[in-house]
């Protein structure tokens, strides 16, 4: 099981799974259960589940975290018991360490 950190850097009021990550705040989950809902006031929202089976065609690793906002969806392989880190930037975007840059936060449209 993977752990999360949510860094907010935006001026944004920030709550992910019930918790409020104010300014300049981080807040470490280390424990996920089947994931994480990151709610940006005026956003968006940011969904890291537990994927389906089919995430081994984007990704090579055992495990995998499936992350969404908006239209836009992609995939973070990992082993072991990694932490996460998802940054919510001043600009309106999120990235994850190691992977996704500048991604914009906005509601799914499915």
Known sequence: MWKTEV???SNRNVVANGR?????????FDY????????????GLINLVEPDSD?????TTTWGV?????????YWGYEG?????IKINP???FSTAGGFENIPIGFSRS
């Open 32 to 43: 996920t259960g089947s994931g994480i809902g990151i709610q940006v006031a005026g956003l």
């Open 66 to 74: 499936k992350i969404s906002s908006g239209n836009y969806v992609g």
């Open 20 to 28: 409020a990550i104010a300014k300049d705040q981080t807040y470490k």
């Open 81 to 85: 018991e990694p932490v996460m880190t």
């Open 55 to 59: 995430f081994r065609k984007y990704v």
């Open 7 to 9: 860094q907010n850097y």
């Open 91 to 93: 600009d309106g975007t």
